[in-house]
């Protein structure tokens, strides 16, 4: 039996965001990495698996580099208003997804668009992990420094155990109908939501945890887009 008889998923990408740390002339998904953008490194996560029933990117109104990009014509990608918000943008793409036919117990898998070096292990383990699973969960890996809680002074309060410390990944994978209530529930009370594990946490539910690896970076900072580039130009030369 084949992995789309098991399984299916769709996959949500909030792309509307501006990166303002970069320090760019433009949002840090349209970065270049290689020769293409760090987002179209993204959807080349997602497109060729076959699981995939589809895929939404979330993007600006008023966006002026996704339109020039290649993949804006692959009909396997749809596309969804984005909002002010992560938060807001997720939920405008699952609403798309309610729209393409999506059922409410689906997957939906949440990935941000510039985490462009998901590794298809990782992607196959969290789907296996949690097929069954009564939430959902998230990628993720243990801390491996030594944490300080500080205060608004700068001096350290204490060192925190990092033994129960995880640090969150995407994607993150949760029923849609489930999701969609979660979110909205926690916009609706202006709670704070700074990925989507956090909504079902506030909604009382408990994500599980599924290890992946320390190499599925965000591009945040220049550093990490270095880091990045620097990675691939050596693996290609390998």
Not at 105 to 127: G, K, M
Not at 207 to 226: C, H, Y
Request: net charge negative; aromatic share 6%; charged share 30%.
């Amino acid at each position: 039996m084949s992995l789309r008889d098991q399984l299916v998923f769709w996959v949500v990408i909030p792309a509307a965001g501006v990166g303002s740390r970069m320090r760019a002339d433009r949002p840090k998904q349209y970065l270049l990495l290689g020769e293409r953008s760090i987002i179209e490194h993204t959807l080349d996560c997602f497109l060729d698996h076959p699981a995939l029933s589809g895929l939404v990117v979330c993007i600006a109104p008023d966006d002026p580099y996704w339109p020039a990009l290649p993949c804006a014509r692959d009909t396997r990608v749809q596309l969804a208003p984005g909002g002010r918000e992560r938060c807001d943008s997720v939920l405008s793409g699952l609403q798309r997804l309610d729209e393409l036919g999506a059922n409410e117990h689906d997957w939906v898998l949440v990935h941000d668009a510039a985490r462009p070096n998901l590794a298809r292990e990782d992607l196959d383990r969290l789907l296996a992990e949690l097929a069954d699973d009564p939430v959902g969960g998230l990628l993720a890996v243990p801390a491996r420094d030594t944490l300080k809680r500080v205060g608004p002074d700068g001096r350290v309060v204490e060192t925190v155990d990092r033994s129960v410390i995880w640090q969150a990944f995407t994607p993150q994978m949760f029923r849609l109908g489930m999701l969609c209530d979660a979110l909205e529930a926690a916009l609706a009370s202006r709670m704070q939501v700074t990925d989507e594990a956090s909504a079902l946490e506030w909604a009382g539910h408990s994500p599980r945890v599924v290890e992946g690896r320390a190499d599925n970076l965000k591009v945040t900072r220049p550093e990490d887009l270095e880091w990045l580039a620097q990675r691939w130009k050596t693996d290609r030369e390998s």
